[in-house]
């Protein structure tokens, strides 16, 4: 045990510091990511030594998931792709002129979330690994089928939803089905000349920021420049109206999402976004009353921000005791270990104790830092919305054009996928188009293709979507309660609006 | 253990920061190549083998040319277009046999490197590439594997189609071929993705054998018997004298010795009047247009690194295989080797 205390200075714990407060920043301005964040430092890992470097790549991984929270609350723009669910209750909040009391619940989430799955990773790892080699590519695809269910649920007018989501299911099938997944690499739903942009399809990130943040900003303009503040009526301090008591009655849903977003993070190839929005359909099905969900309710944040952050720990079952990432970042972080010689793989843990109480230490302590930093700054943060409109959507779209840029090393075609994306977010909201099925189905469509052609192509037919496993089972039964939940409320308000016209 | 010097420490992370970002160019450098350089990698994977032998080699290189050069990600179709698009030099490339391979196995966005690209020098052989089955499986070696598709067996290989998780495969394939004709198509193959894919293949029992590597699968071939997870190795591709010149440690806890047992002449994979072998080599690719000049300059600054002797250490620690040839060498050698798989390819169609 001395040898560990020996391993952790006063260097170690700076180093987790500067990197949750670099990774925040990554992950608040739109178009940059944890990955990205991650990906950029790896090479200190050199200079550093594997422990030190470590601890900056993990509070980089914390720092910038919670990051993302931020632009997605103030500026309805996803700073990484798995807080999108958390702009759909954060954005009307911060409309009220209730951001800063959005982003202190989402803040107090996202440090559960953290925690919890820190302390399921340290205390079940190997267990869990052991559980999650069981998900094979059968109930992989019903884990995503359960996510798109969410789309039933969360749209306004169930039909229109559904067809938004199918149509970004569409979106995402464009491209090739990559021979990197075990497709044949053709080209599809495009046209010849397309083909040397569109080899690898629309890449996520400028899809995303393209459809959230640049057609609200179409939006915006539409109704010209006005020359006041863009939140005249925002509660700032005292008037925020935070308090812990928010968190009363929401327990069962914060520990729910948490586990939901660990257990979506264990399971690799199960993108990171799928755990938000899986936790966001689980709050909008399970709990009392959600029908202010989608218009600014704080238990939305509670379900989107736990389960985000709780991915951490999640993804760094499998790469910890298995050698498999869990998601894209920990996909960089693999590069920290084989840069050093050291093997990630079943045995990983018993034979490195040390790193393993090094990495657990840096994890839990990344989330403290990541808290204060934010708890404590949100105040300042808040107060972006105060910048007048006009001056702060170029700054927007700017950073938003760099960052489609950037993603994927310097690809123009991005570029341009930001702005169609952005009028095409505009276009559909104007032909009453829903845009959060949409996402949702673009983000999950690829995935789930992989998957359900994987499972025909292994077992042959389509009885074994049923009979594979009981989980596959368990997964129906959710599926059956999640749509027949999403039916009976429609109907509900579908009922409560007659009554209402016929009043 | 004493303490590291806290400031120092920070300043060198902030200072590589700096560099990580991409900072001036380097104005010392005199020769041909100027300014900044970005090598893009045939693989999207920071985590993988050809990044870290990249970074390797990219390293030393920039050290000795005194230029400010970084490693990118990118995969192989946008690390082929930015090639295409820059003849100056200042983007050059680094990828393995795959490059070749996906041209070979017609995988779309490959094309004959050896008439687009200039072929640069060979740096390094990961010799990692593998076969492995679970450890109870009935099939004890290689021998058995393809001595029961000779008998009607059915055998399922979970591979990476297209490339260089195929080519072992194709082998096998063809060695059937030629010792019981008729009876290679009981070889299936199960196309899959990544290695987490290609496990979970073999977990599930829906593969019999399954393409892996040394680096990522050795810790599995120590999990005992009785674990769902346990699996064994049964063919190594690499030549023998390629594994003879790994650490004697080899790799996690499986010596050198241990590692022999899998490649000639223990385990062989026939294709006719020689033996199939296959080594993972590294190696830069050029614009066709770039000046001739920088070729032999990059030539002449490898030479030069690998005369010092201090990046073979550097290799062999994360289990590459030194193996520097200059650029006309180089493509030399890497047109044979590619029409020998050619050949096997031709072979089984």
């Known amino acids: ?39 950029v430092c790896l090479p200190l890992t050199y200079a550093l030594g594997l422990h030190h470097g470590l601890a900056l790549l993990l509070g980089l991984y914390v720092g910038g998931i919670s990051g993302g929270m931020v632009p997605a609350v103030l500026l309805n723009i996803p700073g990484t792709p798995s807080s999108i669910t958390t702009t759909f209750d954060g954005y009307p909040m911060a409309q009220r002129g209730e951001g800063e009391r959005a982003l202190r619940v989402c803040v107090v989430a996202s440090v559960v979330g953290g925690l919890v799955s820190a302390a399921i990773l340290f205390l079940f790892a190997p267990l869990l690994a052991e559980f999650s080699i069981k998900f094979s590519y059968v109930e992989k695809f019903l884990i995503i089928l359960l996510a798109l269910t969410v789309i039933a649920s969360m ?119 799928a755990a938000s929005v899986l936790a966001y359909t689980q709050e909008k099905n399970l709990s009392r009353d959600s029908s202010e969900m989608g218009k600014g309710a704080p238990q939305g944040l509670i379900a989107s921000e736990s389960a985000n952050n709780a991915l951490t720990g999640g993804a760094l079952i499998p790469l910890l005791s298995l050698g498999i990432p869990g998601d894209s970042t920990t996909a960089v972080l693999i590069g920290a270990f084989t840069l050093q010689g050291i093997q990630v793989g079943p045995l990983f843990i018993p034979e490195n104790a040390d790193t393993w109480y090094v990495m657990m230490t840096a994890l839990v302590f990344a989330n403290g830092v990541m808290f204060f930093l934010m708890f404590y700054a949100i105040k300042h943060i808040a107060k972006v919305v105060l910048v007048p409109k006009y001056i702060l959507y170029p700054i927007i779209v700017m950073m ?104 | 253990m004493s303490m590291p010097n806290v400031p120092k420490t920070l300043g060198v992370s902030v200072l590589m920061a700096g560099m990580a970002f991409g900072s001036a160019a380097a104005m010392a450098a005199d020769g041909p190549l100027r300014g900044n350089v970005r090598v893009v990698i045939g693989s999207t ?175 599995y071939t120590r999990l005992p018997a009785d674990d769902q997870k346990a699996m064994r190795f049964v063919w190594l591709t690499a030549r023998q004298g390629t594994i003879e010149q790994a650490p004697e440690d080899g790799l996690g806890q499986t010596s050198r010795e241990q590692l022999l047992e899998y490649v000639e002449p223990n385990v062989t ?39 010092e002797g201090e990046i073979q250490e550097v290799q062999k620690n994360s289990f590459f295989i030194p193996n520097f040839k200059p650029s006309d060498e180089a493509a030399e050698y890497l047109e044979n080797k590619m029409s020998v798989y050619e050949g096997v390819i031709e072979n089984i169609q």
Request: proline share 3%; glycine share 12%; hydrophobic share 45%.
């Open chain 1, 400 to 503: 938003c054009v760099v960052g489609a840029y950037a993603i994927n090393y310097g690809i123009m075609f991005d570029v341009w996928t930001l702005l169609i994306f952005g009028v095409l977010g505009y276009l559909i909201q104007k032909v009453g188009l829903e845009v959060a099925p949409l996402i949702i189905g673009f983000i999950l469509g690829g995935q789930a293709e992989v998957y359900f052609v994987k499972s025909l192509e292994s077992f042959g037919g389509y009885s074994i979507f049923f009979t594979k496993s009981p989980i596959a089972v368990v997964l129906w039964a959710l599926i059956a309660a999640s749509v027949t939940f999403s039916v009976v409320m429609g109907l509900k308000s579908h009922a409560k609006r007659r009554l209402e016209t016929s009043q």
């Open chain 1, 1 to 39: 045990m001395l040898d560990i205390l020996s391993l952790l200075d006063i260097t170690f714990f700076l180093l987790a510091a500067l990197g949750a407060l670099v990774g925040i920043i990554f992950g608040a301005i739109p178009g940059m990511t944890a990955t990205m964040a991650v990906a």
């Open chain 2, 269 to 307: 994979v026939t294709m006719g009047d020689e033996n199939f072998t296959f080594d993972k080599e590294f190696f830069f690719l050029y614009n066709k247009d770039m000046d001739p000049a920088i070729v032999d300059q990059i030539d002449e600054a490898l030479g030069e690194i690998y005369a």
């Open chain 1, 155 to 273: 749209s306004r007018n169930m039909l229109v939803g559904i067809f938004s989501g199918v149509l970004g299911i569409w979106l995402s099938l464009i491209g090739t089905y990559s021979i990197s997944d075990g497709g044949n690499g053709k080209t599809r739903l495009m046209f010849d000349f397309l083909e040397p942009y569109l080899f690898e399809g629309f890449s996520l990130l400028p899809v995303l920021i393209g459809i959230f943040g640049i057609a609200t900003i179409l939006l915006e303009a539409e109704q010209g420049v006005k020359s006041g503040l863009s939140g005249k009526e925002i509660k700032i301090g005292k008037g925020g109206g935070f308090s812990f008591g928010i968190f009363r009655g929401r327990l069962t849903n914060l520990v729910r999402s948490s586990f939901i977003g660990t257990f979506v993070g264990m399971l690799p190839g199960v993108g990171g976004s």
């Open chain 2, 45 to 219: 994977s920071t985590g993988g083998d050809t990044y870290q032998n990249s970074s390797i080699v990219v390293d030393a290189l920039a050290e000795k040319l005194d230029l400010n050069m970084k490693v990118d990600a990118v995969g192989a179709s946008s690390a082929f277009r930015f090639l295409d698009r820059d003849p100056r030099g200042n983007t050059l490339m680094i990828f393995h046999d795959q490059s070749y391979l996906g041209y070979l196995y017609g995988v779309e966005g490959y094309d004959n490197i050896f008439e687009k690209y200039t072929i640069g020098p060979t740096v390094a052989i990961n010799p990692g590439n593998a076969y492995l089955v679970p450890k109870d499986s009935p099939y004890e070696n290689l021998d058995q594997v393809i001595a029961a598709v000779g008998d009607g067996e059915e055998v399922r290989v979970a591979i990476q189609p297209g490339g260089v998780s195929e080519i072992g495969f194709s082998a096998l394939k063809n060695a059937i071929a030629i010792e019981h004709p008729g009876m290679e198509d009981n070889l299936v193959a199960v196309n899959t993705g990544s290695q987490a894919d290609k496990n979970q293949q073999l977990f599930d029992d829906q593969a019999d054998l399954i393409n892996g590597t040394v680096q990522a699968n050795e810790q």
